[in-house]
């Protein structure tokens, strides 16, 4: 058996990564900052007795350019009077453009690579301008009260008390110190995913090629795993572990290269990857796969954590009677979009100069609060109640950050895909968007409006079926983000607490971006992988081994069922029963068809995936 992978642009990889089809190579940018952005209400006035400092450490030599980025909201007042930015001890005069700015209130300065040094960088901001501090435990931010002649940390905020560190990042330009890229699991007796029915043992020789250019400060080093299950399980694979393995190994492999500079204007190019094997050849016994219908798994590269079985789930959905909300929805559209005008209805957005209070992202309290329209209510708030009833009734769905809106996605198992569901606030929001009459997610949208195309998304106001097209906020698709949990009826920490009230500075957020080199620098965790976002739910794969005897075969199944309780088994058209993997089927004379699909604890099913064999005499 031989498997090589050149085309690595569907991979998985962390953000030191940039794939292309025949290269792996280190990102040519990388952002470091000192502070989460959970809030960015706490601004500090810059005068010419007042000085602050911000220190990053600069891992990597002859680093080629840089970018700082100060978030300052919608301060504008360096446009009369220039900022001071010391840089080592380099002056800078620095004013802000509103247009440098974007959209996320964050200003930027290039700076040249001359200034920067490895180890300790000293930033210290003079004269005049505003920076924001966000509490915590801080240590890189400090505060001057007598113009640079002593410097304290922990002296923040009108009483000079608070801990935290300034809203200040740095973007470097040059390759990143470090960066891992990982494959997808490899079955060593079907590479190509045709379909097979695999031997039960003998896999030996394990063996793995590696095309790659190293220059001199640069590593590229490999590690490789396998087991005897389709997916991951620590109890029957071993564990990572460097170089190539001899001798015996599981059916199942998979490996990831770890890339790695010391400086920054050089790194290593990984362009192959070969897996060899000794695989043996199947007895067929009388056996003929005639079928195998299973679709292929795409996986993010970022963990989710999904809402679970909760007392405050079973509060939610009963409180509020969501089961009842969506029961006249004949089809899993029609139910989506009749939880989504309910969220809607519930109360009426943007009412801050009633109640100057925002709300975290639990549906309950967001419910509570906006009784009798209290609280601010704004679209962040529609986003995160119906990502989180959609949630408890069993969906998956996440909140998605927009420029200036905030909306939400759901899996869709009728359309096998992630759709929009926007909830609000204002009348033209409630609605999902499509193209050609199919529902489309965030990434469709933003294409759309990159190819100059946006004029053909529609709005559709379902469950009134009135389609209009899409009006408002289509330029907001610049930019989009998600969340990595959609459990926030549980926890609000890491809190996004005000968020969309000013702007999304979080630095938690899982970003969209055109180019590796991103447009939006100010964040950390940005991804030109489509399946980062769009990855596979609720579908099963089947993986076929000879049994002991010649009318038996062993059945192994993986899913991507986030809340897996359990899965339906399907033999030859009959009932559909609880199964487990692994389970033993026995085949008569003739054809044997197999369907099995994933249930989660909510009640959901997922795709069914089929197996037809035949057996003869």
Known sequence: ??????????????????????????????????????????????????????????????????????????????????????????????????????????????????????????IVFSDHGTLHVDP??????????????????????????????????????????????????????????????????????????????EPRGTAVELEVRSGSTPGFDPRHWTPFARGVRQGSSGRFVQWRATLSTRSADATPELTAVTVHAKVPAVVSNGLTLRELEQPAFIRSSYPFTYLEPHPRVTRLVKQYQLESVIAAGETELEQLALLRDWVHSQWLGWQSSKYPYTPPWDPLEILETTKGNWGYGMCTHYGATFAGCAAALGFVSRVVVIDHHCLAEVWSEELQK????????????????????????????????????????????????????????????????????????????????????????????????????????????????????????????????????EDELEVQFATVTPNLSHFLVQIDGGEWRDGQSPLQWLLQPGDNELAVRSVNVFGRSGRVARARVCRTE
Request: include cysteine; charged fraction near 25%; aromatic fraction near 10%.
């Open 1 to 122: 058996m031989k498997n090589t992978i050149a085309d690595f642009r569907d991979l998985s990889r962390d953000r030191g990564i940039e794939a292309r089809r025949r290269q792996v190579r280190l990102a040519p940018t990388w952002l470091l900052t000192n502070e989460m952005g959970v809030d960015g209400d706490i601004a500090e006035a810059i005068t010419p007795t007042d000085w602050s400092m911000v220190v990053f450490d600069v891992p990597s030599d002859r680093v080629k350019s840089a970018e700082l980025l100060l978030y300052v909201h919608d301060d504008q007042s360096t446009k009369v009077r220039p900022m001071h930015i010391d840089v080592n001890g380099r002056r800078f005069r620095h004013r802000q453009k509103r247009e440098k700015m974007l959209t996320g209130g964050w200003d930027r300065m290039r700076l040249p690579a001359s200034c920067l040094q490895r180890g300790r960088n000293e």
């Open 136 to 213: 915590g435990p801080g240590g890189a931010s400090f505060r001057s009260f007598d113009a640079g002649r002593s410097w304290h940390s922990g002296s923040f905020g009108a009483d000079a008390d608070i801990q935290g560190d300034y809203l200040v990042r740095l973007r470097l330009k040059g390759f990143a110190p470090a960066g891992q890229i990982t494959s997808s699991v490899i079955d060593l007796a079907d590479p190509d995913g045709k379909g097979v029915i695999a031997p039960a043992a003998g896999y030996r020789g394990l063996r793995l090629d590696v095309e790659a250019q």
């Open 418 to 549: 992630w759709i929009l569901e926007d909830a609000g606030p204002t009348r033209q929001f409630d609605a999902t968007y499509e193209v050609d009459g199919v529902p489309i997610n965030a990434l469709e949208l933003h294409q759309y409006l990159a190819a100059g195309q946006a004029k053909g998304v529609m709005a559709n106001k379902l469950p009134d079926v009135k389609v209009e097209r899409m009006k408002e906020y289509v330029d907001s698709f610049c930019r989009f983000a998600i969340p990595l949990r959609n459990d926030h009826l549980l926890f609000a920490e890491p809190a996004e607490l005000r968020h969309g009230n000013r702007h999304y500075h979080w630095d938690g957020y899982l970003w969209w971006s055109d180019q590796v080199d991103p447009r939006y620098p100010e964040y950390t965790l940005q991804t030109t992988r489509a399946g980062d976002f769009y990855w596979s739910v609720n579908q099963t794969r089947i993986y076929l081994t000879a049994g002991a005897g």
